[in-house]
């Protein structure tokens, strides 16, 4: 037998979600699948296992047998006698290469309780089975080629998506979007690299390769393609895990009666009295499709309460960390004349000015004071009542434009939502910068192809055409069992 832990190995793990549920699934993957289901499961037909048609579902009893019953040559009755029927369900048997892994798959659908699955799975295990690691269906998918690296990974923010968008993109790099996009890029690296060294093998001949300009031209057009794709990275990022927004301001001017109105549900403590709020509060909520990290903060002001300095530095740290901040102010106590006492931001494009408590001064005056600031900074200046809830749809959309585009169509339809995908494009441009330079200034040829082989390979990192075990035990590790 081959040892624990090696891709011979036949896996099971339970892969549905930790709860009580109609249905529950076993899965069971590699060469030995089938003989080990054989044994768990009893079809009601009375029809052989192996002689099962793939992708078909039948209805089965499924067994659990003691250690010593396994590979038994006893008689039927006492194989029988000791075996104990552990819940009913539907069985389908998946035939490589045609399943999720690739392998032999077989799984195993039952009732949705969380003993009658890990009895299911323990049967398994007594059957030969090992159980499978973090991750380890999605890496064999991988590892047998029935998807790239960036695929593997896209299954895991499938999982994962918590808004419309974060699925949206999900399913467009599942189905191999940005796979694909890469592979040209690599593929057309590869070819120049390929006329590049052929030039330099044959130096001596009488033989015309590809010329200078044409692979400047080829070069550059790749360097745009990758960096198009990285200043996608931020909204993809934001898409992926969501943007953190925090309501700052002085005490009293509405933050977290706003944090409650923007939740529809009274999340934090409202009074008159300044300094309401300590700590941090953090609620998320999905607005058109994305998904919104709410975090209320304690008042800015000078206080000698040692709790309230605390929530007060807090409240700075947070903002520190925000995709975007909401600078809130009290429209009801400014006036066009005395806004030099106001704070404005210093990071522009990470802050939106929000006058609230409208209602409590005419229209006119709102739109003077609105005027007035938006003279004095280059922040986006929102009008609003939280009481009376106008302007409250407008500042979700402003949140929601600052992120998300109207379409989100860049660079072909490419989104970059990892990382490591940014880490390795950012390299993969910087080996395409230094290799035009390199061309531009007529430096030997070799050192050119050392350039352009480190931007194949940075692109080949993406999809795990070039990898290391480390890094997929990496990326493997944050799935669940059983996926």
């Known amino acids: 037998m081959p040892a624990v832990g090696t891709p011979d190995d036949t896996i099971c793990a339970i892969a549905t979600s930790a709860g009580e549920g109609g249905i529950g699934i076993v899965r069971i993957s590699g060469p030995h699948a089938v003989d080990i289901a054989s044994r768990v499961v009893r079809l009601r037909s009375k029809r052989s296992f192996h002689t099962l048609t793939s992708h078909k579902l039948y209805l089965a009893d499924i067994l659990f047998l003691p250690v010593s019953s396994i590979g038994s040559h006893s008689a039927s009755k006492a194989c029988q006698s000791t075996e104990q029927i552990v819940d009913e369900g539907l069985v389908v048997y998946m035939k490589a290469p045609r ?108 033989i015309t390769f590809l010329g200078r300009d044409e692979m400047i031209v080829s070069l550059q057009e790749t360097l745009s393609h990758v960096q198009r794709m990285l200043t996608t990275a931020e909204t993809g990022r934001v898409l992926r895990d969501g943007v953190r927004v925090v309501i700052a301001g002085e005490p009293n001017v509405g933050k977290s009666s706003l944090l409650n109105s923007l939740l529809r549900e009274n999340r934090a403590i409202v009074t008159d009295i300044p300094g309401t709020t300590r700590d941090l509060i953090e609620e998320s909520v999905v607005w058109l499709g994305l998904q919104v990290i709410l975090i209320d903060t304690a008042g800015l002001r000078d206080t000698t309460d040692f709790v309230e300095r605390e929530g007060i530095r807090r409240s700075k740290e947070a903002q520190d960390q925000a995709d975007i901040v909401l600078h809130i102010l009290d429209g009801s106590q400014l006036t066009t004349s005395g806004l030099g006492n106001v704070c404005f931001p210093s990071r522009v494009h990470q802050h ?23 003279a004095r900074t280059p922040c986006k200046v929102l009008p609003i009542s939280v009481r009376t809830g106008e302007g409250l749809e407008a500042l979700k959309v402003a949140i929601r434009t600052q992120f998300v585009k109207p379409s989100l169509e860049a660079s072909d339809g490419i989104v970059i939502t990892h990382v490591r995908h940014r880490v390795a494009l950012e390299r993969a441009e910087i080996s395409l910068q230094e290799s035009l330079v390199s061309i531009e200034r007529g430096i030997e040829p070799e050192f050119v192809a050392v350039d352009l082989r480190g931007a194949a390979d940075a692109l080949g990192e993406i999809v795990g055409a070039i990898t290391s075990d480390e890094v997929l035990d990496r990326i493997f590790s944050e799935f669940c069992i059983g996926k």
């Open 352 to 374: 939106l000015l929000v006058v609230n408590k409208i209602d409590l001064v005419d229209a006119a005056s709102v739109r003077s004071l609105s005027d007035a600031l938006r």
């Open 99 to 206: 399943s999720f892994t690739a392998e032999d798959v077989v799984e195993i659908h039952c009732h949705g309780s969380g003993l009658v699955l890990q009895r299911v799975c323990e049967a398994c295990v007594v059957a030969g089975a090992r159980l499978a690691q973090a991750g380890e269906f999605t890496k064999r998918a991988f590892l047998n080629g029935r998807l790239d690296l960036s695929q593997a990974e896209a299954v895991l923010d499938t999982i994962r998506a918590k808004s419309e968008l974060g699925l949206k993109l999900a399913q467009r790099q599942l189905r191999g979007e940005l796979a694909q996009q890469v592979h040209r890029l690599r593929t057309g690296l590869v070819g120049l690299l390929a006329h590049l060294e052929a030039g330099i093998d044959f130096a001596e001949e009488d």
